[in-house]
């Protein structure tokens, strides 16, 4: 894919596949996909910021070529995504997620702070008291609902909502190939039933924006990103003529965001970096 490598970590639970290429930088980018979605929903990112960033896209445990996996739990893809960062000595990460790709991102930078310089939701969900308990039964009522649904109409179901354009809609009915029905109807139950024992309040320090899709129609994804926003000041900016895979949907539109973040981070990070270099300078050298 775009000339990056493909890698593997293992545990007891499963082997995670990720892609990435050889360059180094201050800041990696670190991309998840959402649910049922694999590393292809971020290629025109991987594309746009593949030669300036070392950049990181994984299948998430239980999704695309990370399977089988046992025991999904945010706890538990969480440790193997430090263990692809480990691998790849990635110190300090912008985390782009998208969907469930933005909820791993916050449970792991509340457990990793040091390792986040940024983090950028896509059409994503916040952790915390956002929710009711009609929120949360109908979450762990997801999978027999789904099951309802002739196969050829749910995928064609979750295309259309998560894509607005063509291409979009396209790439998310190829990334759904991979399963059979009833695996699909399971992890879209055992993607959004994790969330319930595990949310929590967590705490995102790091410079973090919010994008959401002007079409977006996903559940109550908009209501809980207009709260997310008034509760924490993150900056909320609504992607027009895009639905839920905003990235994918407006990609020009999505990376021009992306980089204005960027480049509000580096600066910042950069002199962090000068002043250790500086106080390890003064440290040798007796000042």
Request: net charge negative.
């Amino acid at each position: 894919m775009l000339n990056l490598h493909e890698k593997t970590v293992s545990s007891s639970l499963g082997t995670t596949y990720y892609w990435t290429n050889d360059i180094d930088s201050d800041i990696s980018l670190v991309f998840l996909p959402g649910l049922s979605a694999d590393h292809r929903l971020f290629e025109f990112q991987l594309d746009a910021f593949k030669d300036e960033y070392k950049v990181v896209a994984w299948d998430c445990p239980c999704h695309g070529k990370s399977r089988p996996y046992d025991k999904f739990s945010y706890l538990n893809v969480c440790n193997e995504l430090d263990s692809i960062l480990e691998k790849e000595s990635v110190d300090k990460a912008v985390f782009i997620g998208q969907s469930l790709g933005g909820m791993i991102a916050q449970y792991y930078i509340d457990s990793h702070p040091s390792k986040a310089a940024g983090f950028i939701s896509i059409g994503s969900a916040p952790f915390g008291d956002y929710y009711s308990k009609s929120d949360m039964f109908w979450l762990s009522q997801l999978e027999w609902m789904c099951k309802l649904f002739p196969d050829k109409m749910l995928r064609s179901s979750m295309a259309k909502i998560c894509g607005l354009t063509e291409v979009s809609q396209k790439r998310m009915i190829e990334m759904l190939s991979s399963y059979t029905k009833n695996e699909l109807c399971h992890l879209l139950y055992v993607g959004e039933a994790a969330f319930i024992p595990e949310n929590k309040k967590v705490d995102i320090s790091c410079k973090s924006i919010l994008l959401l899709g002007d079409k977006d129609k996903v559940g109550k994804v908009t209501a809980y990103n207009k709260e997310w926003a008034k509760r924490t000041g993150f900056p909320l900016i609504i992607i027009q003529d895009a639905a839920h895979n905003a990235n994918d949907d407006q990609p020009d539109k999505v990376n021009a965001v992306m980089k204005d973040f960027l480049e509000t981070i580096e600066p910042a990070e950069v002199r962090e970096r000068l002043k250790d270099i500086a106080k390890s300078m003064i440290k040798s050298y007796g000042g």
